[in-house]
């Protein structure tokens, strides 16, 4: 089974359009016969192992427990020949898109701000996470890690922030299955790339989050896929002194270096980059791609 427009993969929900794809997913737009708008996620597990599925059911049951307002809510898990089908809360796009929003309006990328407005409602979910534990099924006592921060994970719906794609969400201080690299360069922390997972892994996805999205002369270093970074991925040289400081703890290579917590590191962020906002100076709150006509906030 493919899904193609008009198709109703579960009864009642009719799918309208492709939103993206991933290396093993699709994500498409789903019409309920109420009229209410979803967004279905295509998992294919037809190279997968049965008991490597059944593992994900349980994880993804347990997920649908998560309540959080930057959380994206999953509603409901169903399988289907080859693939789970996860239905979610459709946002207005990712912080990608939100980025070609603003510049096609303004000419310029996402204001630090607004960047930082964003990336801290992210920073209270991943803390919610980290400090609520959940026991059994791959859940251990020392809470949960996405493992995948990224600018196409973190979602908007209009000034709300929601973090999504928790295909790769394990117990933090635990290892990853058969000690394989997890996350995408250059987000992955280093110990993603041995096989292992942190309280703090996440809080280094979210430094270099900003570091992406933000303006000024930011240079990544080069990364070869799969090759552990072994220093800074970012030439902090190259950042605003300020800044430095603050992002080089985030991304300190060793994870007991980090700050205590992704809120620690977004507060000591917004201390040093955030000025007034400007009166008149409108904000972009959904993306373009999707949605026609964007929505602006004063």
């Known amino acids: 089974m493919k899904p193609e427009p008009g198709m109703e993969p579960i009864p009642g929900y009719r799918l309208t359009q492709h939103l993206g794809s991933g290396g093993f997913s699709e994500v498409w737009e789903a019409m309920h016969a109420s009229g209410t708008t979803y967004a279905l996620k295509f998992l294919d597990c037809r190279e997968m192992p049965p008991a490597l599925v059944a593992n ?29 089908v996860l239905r979610m809360q459709k946002a207005d796009g990712n912080l990608f898109e939100l980025e070609d929003a603003y510049r096609e ?27 609520h534990p959940r026991q059994g099924d791959g859940f251990q006592r020392t809470g ?13 719906m209009r ?18 299955h058969r000690r394989r690299m997890m996350g995408t360069p250059p987000y992955a922390a280093p110990e993603l790339y041995e096989g292992n997972i942190t309280s703090h892994t996440d809080q280094y996805a979210l430094a270099m989050t900003y570091c992406v999205l933000v303006p000024g002369e930011r240079v990544l270093l080069p990364f070869e896929p799969g090759i552990q970074p072994r220093g800074l991925p970012v030439d902090l040289a190259r950042m605003r002194n300020r800044e430095a400081p603050i992002l080089a703890r985030a991304l300190d290579p060793c994870w007991t270096n980090r700050w205590p917590s992704c809120m620690d590191f977004i507060n000591a962020l917004k201390s040093v980059v955030l000025t007034p906002r400007r009166s008149g100076v409108q904000r972009i709150l959904t993306p373009l791609r999707r949605t026609g006509q964007p929505v602006h906030a004063s």
């Open 56 to 84: 994900e059911v349980r994880v993804l049951i347990k997920l649908r427990e998560v309540q959080h307002p930057n959380i994206i809510q999953l509603h409901d898990v169903c399988a289907l020949p080859g693939y789970l």
């Open 105 to 131: 309006l303004t000419g310029t990328v996402i204001p630090p701000d607004h960047v930082i407005d964003l990336l801290e409602q992210a920073a209270m979910a991943l803390d919610f996470l980290a400090a």
């Open 144 to 156: 949960l890690q996405h493992c995948d921060i990224k600018p196409s994970n973190l979602l908007v």
């Open 159 to 176: 000034h709300t922030l929601k973090i999504a794609d928790f295909g790769l969400c394990r117990s933090a201080l635990a290892h990853t």
